[in-house]
């Protein structure tokens, strides 16, 4: 199993610029999650999906959109890129409410 | 609203030193609690995950203790190594499908 996959893992945007961050998890989780990292600082949760179809809001959801249309996938979009985007961004699965496995991240800078 | 809180936020010990790291919460209502260990610009790594009903957990080197009604959780690590330095993060899951992060311990463990 490869687990929680994410590309790119690094990507430099110019503010207004859109890009869509890829997440994969080949564990037949049904539930997965995107939180950024901020220099210094825990996580926070951006958006969070319990099923194909079903997505909703998390604590810092502004800026950003997601889609869920298989189990596996589950893609990040920024549309209109802001330096307060700059961050690192994990993907995670799990089953249920129960242990949360993450991906590697993608390092997004945007100037 | 969930907060958690980490202490100490950063610690240094000489190699082989029991160590005690801190997180408390403050909405004791929670699905489970789950440690991570995160190396310089690496994603998470999930190190223990406790159940609300479950008092402590073990692998290894390392025990993790949740004490509910009084909101904290500590994760014991015997007989540090080196290789054990890294920061530590401590996440709450209170609503069943979304982790709250503590802001970290950063661990340096010296040969």
């Known amino acids: 199993n490869a687990g929680v996959t994410q590309t790119p893992k690094f990507r430099i945007l110019k503010i207004g610029q859109s890009m869509t961050l890829q997440c994969a998890q080949d564990m037949n989780h049904n539930y997965m999650y995107w939180y950024r990292q901020d220099p210094g600082m825990g996580l926070k949760l951006i958006y969070y999906?319990?099923?194909?179809?079903?997505?909703d809001k998390g604590e810092v959801p502004n800026g950003y959109n997601v889609s869920r249309s298989t189990t596996e996938d589950f893609p990040l979009r920024l549309e209109l890129a802001a330096p307060s985007q700059t961050s690192v961004y994990f993907c995670?699965?799990?089953?249920?409410?129960?242990?949360?496995?993450f991906g590697p991240g993608t390092r997004l800078t945007v100037l | 609203k969930q907060e958690v809180t980490q202490i100490p936020a950063a610690l240094s010990v000489p190699e082989g030193e029991n160590l005690v790291l801190n997180c408390s919460f403050t909405d004791s209502a929670i699905y489970n609690l789950q440690w991570f260990r995160q190396d310089p610009g690496k994603g998470l790594t999930s190190l223990l995950l406790i159940q609300s009903s479950q008092r402590e957990q073990t692998s290894g080197r390392l025990n993790a203790s949740l004490d509910k009604s009084s909101g904290r959780s500590t994760l014991y690590i015997a007989a540090s190594q080196p290789g054990d330095s890294a920061t530590y993060l401590c996440?709450?899951?209170?609503?069943?499908?979304?982790?709250?992060f503590g802001g970290g311990t950063r661990l340096m463990v010296k040969p």
């Open positions: 995670a699965s799990s089953y249920g409410s129960n242990e949360q496995f």
């Open positions: 996440a709450v899951n209170h609503a069943g499908n979304m982790l709250t």
């Open positions: 999906s319990v099923g194909a179809g079903i997505t």
